[in-house]
């Protein structure tokens, strides 16, 4: 894989030690090392997001996707160019011209980015998995290497820095902080519009958590069936020519003029269905509903969301707002059936005997 390649040794070094002192928690559970057990881990955690922040900053200028897009951006709009992308989102264009003001290259404002939601993802897997936990470092791990992070933070690099208060409005719902929540997920939207699906989200908490699973699926399998039928494509259609009527213009309008597939997919469909798979399973670990598993619910409705806009241009940029939290999903999945199967019971929290559970 080509981001892959973006990578040098000194990473690949430190993510060896996430390994290893996971290993180590896992094996020396006793709370008298947790102090130095969580100083450890800040200090590779940060370690590895420089790293990773800094080879994705000084990636090739001719590397595939948008890369050479928002190389050209920065500097002709640094420049003092006009700029040439009207569609740009008003705190995008803000955060670039900073940068350029400090008289800084777009190799910081590239770091800047990566490092923002490396650091946020972190936080938000701290929350739901709790502070002691040493399910944190794996998924962290995961993430690091996760194709969509790449996605992310070298090529749509607007929807990565969206993403980054994302996560943070999360980490707010998780702690019960909704109006703070609220907040984040609004200024999401300054960098890039269609993180917008994030706030309804948040606004009707209650009645998203008090829609049980056997709903979601059956709102799935309705979402299949009318994708799959052309149902979604028509209505597409009639709102995009609505819209257009009005005088906006829409960036996925556009589906004859690119080099992509668009209409039902077997493979993206496959893939957003997962995420419904993981809230199944879920549900029959975890009777009790938590906050933190209130994440499970948002991505299973937007995998539903990516479904019903396969006819639309680039609709990987709507799947993506729930692929980039399979990592988060499938350690908490297998921390679960984990406790369950040493246990019998579900894990303890933070703070208790045993820390990697």
Known sequence: MA???LYGTPLYVISVFLLLLTAVRAMVPD??????????????VFLAIVLASYYISNRPFDMEGDTEVYINFYNDFNSGLENPFQTFEPGFIGVVSFFGF??????????????MFLWSYYLLLKVVFGSSSGWVLPAFGFLLFYPFFFSLTANIIRQGFALCFVNFALVCCVRNYW???LVFSLLATLFHKSSLVYFPFVLFRKQIMGVGVFGVVVFWVLVSLASYFKVFSL??????ELLSGYGLSINYTDVDNIDYLTGFRWDFWAFSSFSIILLIVLK?????????????????FLSCLHIAMFDVAYNDRFGIYAWIFYPLEIGYVIRLACASLATGKQPKEAG???VFL
């Open 3 to 5: 981001g892959l390649e």
């Open 31 to 44: 709370n008298r090392a947790s102090n130095l057990f969580r100083t450890i881990e800040v200090f590779i």
């Open 102 to 115: 400090l008289g800084l290259s777009y190799q910081c404002f590239f770091f800047f980015v990566a490092f």
């Open 179 to 181: 109006r703070r929540g």
């Open 235 to 240: 209505l597409v259609s009639m709102l995009f």
């Open 284 to 300: 029959l670990l975890e009777r009790d509903r938590k906050s933190e598993t209130y994440i499970f619910y948002i991505c299973a």
């Open 352 to 354: 208790n005997e045993n």
